[in-house]
């Protein structure tokens, strides 16, 4: 069972950047996509980013394209989300995600299924 661990959240201004990384254990790290959602409070989770396991796919969320870049660092076992000209409707826990299946990427975020612990993005207007 991978173990996920995320970092980087915090208390922000609008228009502001915060970058999350996210550290995940095994030896298997670079045959499944990575990604990040996040959960508003009293909303589902939704789907923020995924990147492929060789790192040359990425997919977005509409709402987040243009602001936010996902990237991995295979050697390190390491996924980030940069975060940039950020919202209050940004404001959220994140959550770094590992694909069910090796070598499988979905533009829609699907497929995801081991979960980090979540870190909370909270951005003041």
């Known amino acids: 069972q991978v173990q996920l661990v995320e970092s980087g959240g915090g208390l922000v201004q609008a228009g502001g950047s915060l970058r999350l990384s996210c550290a995940a254990s095994g030896r298997t790290f670079n045959i499944y996509t990575m990604g990040w959602f996040r959960q508003a409070p009293g909303k589902e989770r939704e789907f923020v980013a995924a990147?492929?396991?060789?790192?040359?796919?990425?997919y977005y969320a509409d709402s987040v394209k243009g602001r936010f870049t996902i990237s991995r660092d295979n050697a390190r076992n390491t996924v980030s989300l940069q975060m940039n000209s950020l919202k209050p409707e940004d404001t959220a826990v994140y959550y770094c995600a590992r694909n069910q299946r090796p070598y499988y990427i979905d533009s829609r975020g699907g497929g995801f299924g081991s979960w980090g612990q979540g870190t909370q993005v909270t951005v003041s207007s």
């Open positions: 990147i492929g396991w060789r790192g040359d796919s990425t």
